[in-house]
């Protein structure tokens, strides 16, 4: 369903043509990495002023093969369904809620999970893992945060954007896809409704990228398809 979509294709552009000049112009991992993420420095942190949520827990990118994914116009339902929402990469991956600094192993190599807060409303996967000294194409991106309700909070949907292919799960159900090679656009994939429970409940997302540039937003509108309030996110204690 494609509900509410605000195209921030102003914001997309500056951020893509940002991104480009990091990569290519200056080659400074750190500085780019910098420019788009800082540590969380609280427990709790509220979405931002139109709800997305900006707290994540990211694992370092699980490099595809290249007979796998050779280009993004292979990410069709079937090929996103078969190789992200239904394939094992790590043990218990869509139950296990990660601590910061946790390590998984993917076809012998040893991948870590960050805490990162996103210094915008979009969470830039391209230069979480140009940051991290990690391959940013070809790879498999997951990542997961807690969304804490004081109550529960029925006729909710998840909405959310990517580049490329993606999946979403709330409390360990499927609940959106995007499919094809795809630019970010916010709420370009919105949930039926649903309800959180009081308290925490997970978030959980895997997204696909081949060439170019690659990030994802997320945000919960309320029973009125308005940004969804009075929630915070958190992940956990984070190393120091």
């Not at 925490?200 to 540039?213: D, M, Q, T």
Request: hydrophobic residues 45%; proline residues 5%.
């Amino acid at each position: 369903m494609k509900l509410l979509r605000r195209h921030y294709t102003f914001v997309l552009v500056v951020l893509a043509g940002t991104a480009l000049a990091m990569a290519v112009g200056t080659g400074n991992a750190a500085s780019g990495f910098a420019s788009f993420f800082t540590r969380p420095a609280s427990p709790t942190k509220a979405p931002d002023a139109d709800g997305f949520l900006q707290r994540w827990l990211l694992l370092e990118p699980i490099v595809l093969p290249r007979t796998l994914l050779s280009n993004n116009a292979q990410l069709t339902d079937s090929f996103v369904q078969a190789n992200v929402a239904k394939k094992e990469y790590f043990p218990n991956q869509l139950s296990v809620v990660p601590k910061d600094g946790d390590k998984v192993t993917v076809d012998g190599a040893e991948l870590r999970w960050h805490a990162v807060d996103s210094t915008d409303f979009n969470v830039n996967l391209y230069h979480f893992a140009l940051g991290v000294n990690k391959p940013a194409l070809n790879v498999l991106f997951w990542g997961v945060t807690i969304v804490n309700c004081p109550q529960e909070i029925r006729n909710v949907r998840l909405a959310v954007g990517s580049n490329s292919a993606s999946v979403w799960w709330v409390n360990g159900k499927e609940v959106v896809d995007l499919y094809i090679d795809r630019h970010m656009v916010v709420d370009d994939g919105v949930s039926k409704r649903l309800t959180l429970n009081k308290g925490p409940n997970i978030v959980r997302c895997a997204v696909i990228n081949s060439p170019g540039l690659s990030n994802m937003c997320a945000r919960f509108l309320d029973a009125e398809d308005k940004p969804l309030k009075g929630i915070t996110v958190s992940v956990g204690e984070v190393r120091k």
